[in-house]
């Protein structure tokens, strides 16, 4: 079975460009998250969606950050304009249920490395 | 106070020796803990949950967890290099969860 497909893999761009990340969760998964990991801050939730809508962005750093799930199979985030401090990796992940336990978890991709020089 | 709070190492361990990770939380209506393990460049991997107070073993993995001090713990028998890795602890935040919240983790290396 796919997992959960993000692209692009790795992004170099110039301070001040519109940055798109992409996510495909996995089929039947009602719940996508947005996460970033720093060294300085770990891994920081950014927002979930719930059935394609946001149930909790207040991890959304600033208002150059957005995040959109159209249909069920796909969501981005942009960053507009990109900063340095904006260089981490962003994973999406997604889960068939949001409640927790009974073997539910969270699924990983393999991250956006993104750069902002 | 963080949510979420684990030590964030380096933990060095001889190979064979057991290897000790930490991790406490904030939110007392948590229910749901997990053990995700990251190696470098890599994206975290579930390795253990645990969601009633005691232990679970899973092979060379034992999850202890004691909800009265708000602690989870990892142990790794047996430790092997290939063990060398990130060890991020998780916790919903809310009983109805939705948002998984992740300690800074604990970067475990094993010294063959």
């Known amino acids: 079975d796919a997992g959960v497909i993000q692209s692009p893999r790795h992004e170099v761009t110039e301070m001040g460009q519109e940055v798109t990340l992409r996510c495909k969760p996995i089929?039947?998964?009602?719940?996508l998250f947005w996460y970033r990991q720093t060294m300085m801050r770990g891994l920081e939730l950014l927002i979930y969606?719930?059935?394609?809508?946001?149930i909790d962005d207040s991890g959304m750093p600033e208002d150059r950050f957005s995040a959109k799930m159209p249909n069920a199979s796909f969501s981005t985030l942009k960053i507009q304009p990109s900063e340095p401090r904006d260089s981490a990796v962003y994973f999406c992940?997604?889960?068939?249920?949001?409640?927790w336990g009974s073997g539910n978890t969270i699924y990983f991709g393999e991250g956006s490395w993104l750069t902002v020089v | 106070q963080k949510e979420v709070e684990q030590n964030s190492g380096p933990l060095s361990v001889p190979e064979g020796a057991i290897a000790s990770l930490n991790c406490t939380y904030s939110?007392?209506?948590?229910?749901?803990f997990f053990w995700y393990r990251q190696y470098s460049g890599k994206s975290p991997e579930l390795i253990m949950s645990?969601?009633?107070?005691g232990d679970k073993e899973d092979g060379r993995f034992t999850a202890q967890l004691n909800k009265a001090s708000q602690y989870v713990s990892l142990l790794i028998r047996d430790s092997q290099p290939s063990d060398s890795a990130t060890y991020l602890c998780?916790?919903?935040?809310?009983?109805?969860?939705?948002?998984?919240?992740f300690g800074q983790g604990t970067e475990l290396s094993v010294k063959p």
């Open positions: 969606f719930n059935n394609n809508v946001p």
């Open positions: 939110d007392r209506v948590s229910q749901s």
């Open positions: 089929s039947g998964h009602d719940y």
């Open positions: 998780a916790v919903p935040s809310g009983n109805q969860g939705g948002k998984l919240i």
């Open positions: 645990i969601y009633s107070n």
């Open positions: 992940a997604s889960s068939p249920v949001g409640r």
